[in-house]
C-alpha cells in the first residue's frame, strides 16, 4: 500500500484533531465574535457565507470521509503486518515477490477512488467558474502593498484600501492588521461578480467565508463572483508572496443591505471622485 500519498496521513492527522478539538471551541466560543475573521486558537475553517463556500465545505467533509477510511485501512493493514510477520513470529521470510492479482487490486482501487473524488470536485470548480447572473461588478485591482477598489456600474468611482494602523484599528474596532481605511462595501444577497488584475506584482485577493481566492495578475483580468448570504464584516488578505509588506494589504469587505448599499454608492461617488487623484495615482503606477 506504498500509493498513499504520504501527505494523507499528516493532512489527516491535523484534519481529525481540527474536528475533535475544535467541537468544545464550537460550544465555548459564541458565533458572532468569530464568524468572519480568525480567531484565536482556532482549528477549524472559517464559517461560510457563501454558496460557493458552502459547497467548498461540502467537498472538504466528503473528502474527509474517504480520508478517514483510507487512512484507517492502511493503519489496519500496516498493524497486520506487524503482528504477523515480525522476526520473532515469522523467522524465515516468504520469497514471493508478484501477485498479480494484489498488484491489479492495488492500482486499480486507489484510481477509482481518485475518479470518485474528480466527480464533485470538477463540480464545484466549474460552480465556482461560472459566474450566474451578476447583479453588479466590482474591479479588484492589486497593488504593492493595498488593493483598490472600482464601481464601474455604481457611478464609476474608485478608492484605494489601506491598512490601518494598530492604534486606528483598536478605534474602529477591526482585528489587528486585518481593518482597512476604505472599506469594500457590497449588497447581501446579490450576485457580485468582481474582476481582479494587479499593476505590479502577482497578487492574490482571498476571502476566506466567502470562498474566493483568485490571484491578482498584471496584464490579465480574472473573474470570480460571491453572494453573501448574511450582512456583516468579513476580512481576507493578499496570499500570494508579492513584496516586503505582503501580509500588510488586507482585505474587509461589509456586505449590507441593498438600501444602505445604494446608500453608500451615493455618498462614495460623491467623496472619492472630488479627492480626484485617479489620474494621479494612474500615471504613478504606469510610471513604476
Ligand atoms: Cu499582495
Redesign the pocket.
Known amino acids: 500500500m506504498t500509493r498513499l500519498p504520504a501527505g494523507g496521513i499528516t493532512i489527516f492527522a491535523r484534519r481529525a484533531a481540527r474536528a475533535l478539538l475544535g467541537l468544545p471551541a464550537l460550544l465555548l466560543v459564541a458565533l458572532p465574535a468569530w464568524a468572519e475573521q480568525p480567531y484565536d486558537w482556532q482549528l477549524g475553517l472559517q464559517p461560510a457565507a457563501t454558496p460557493v463556500r458552502d459547497r467548498v465545505d461540502g467537498l472538504n467533509n466528503e473528502l474527509l470521509v474517504i480520508i478517514t477510511l483510507v487512512t484507517v485501512f492502511v493503519m489496519a493493514l500496516l498493524l497486520y503486518v506487524i503482528i504477523r510477520f515480525n522476526a520473532k513470529r515469522h523467522p524465515v521470510p516468504s520469497r514471493t515477490t508478484h501477485n498479480t492479482v494484489l498488484e491489479l487490486v492495488w492500482t486499480m482501487v486507489p484510481v477509482l477512488i481518485l475518479v470518485i473524488i474528480a466527480v464533485p470536485s470538477f463540480k464545484l470548480l466549474y460552480f465556482m467558474d461560472d459566474v450566474p447572473h451578476a447583479q453588479m461588478t466590482v474591479k479588484v485591482t ?1 497593488h ?2 493595498y488593493w483598490s477598489y472600482d464601481y464601474p456600474d455604481q457611478g464609476d468611482f474608485s478608492f484605494d484600501s489601506n491598512i490601518l494602523s494598530d492604534a486606528q484599528d483598536k478605534q474602529s474596532g477591526d482585528p489587528r492588521l486585518l481593518g482597512t481605511d476604505n472599506v469594500m462595501v457590497v449588497p447581501v444577497g446579490q450576485v457580485v461578480r468582481v474582476l481582479i488584475t494587479s499593476t505590479d ?1 502577482i ?2 485577493w482571498f476571502v476566506p467565508s466567502a470562498g474566493v481566492q483568485e490571484y ?1 495578475m498584471p496584464g490579465r483580468t480574472n473573474e470570480a463572483w460571491f453572494k453573501f448570504e448574511r450582512p456583516g464584516v468579513y476580512y481576507g488578505q ?1 496570499n ?1 508572496i ?2 516586503i509588506n ?1 501580509p500588510f ?1 488586507p482585505i474587509e469587505i461589509r456586505v449590507v443591505s441593498a438600501d444602505d448599499f445604494t446608500k453608500w454608492a451615493a455618498d462614495a461617488k460623491k467623496k472619492y471622485s472630488s479627492n480626484d487623484d485617479g489620474a494621479l495615482k494612474f500615471a504613478a503606477d504606469a510610471s513604476r
Do not use: T
Open positions: 492589486g504593492q502593498w506584482v497578487h492574490s491578482a493578499c500570494q508579492c513584496g505582503h494589504m
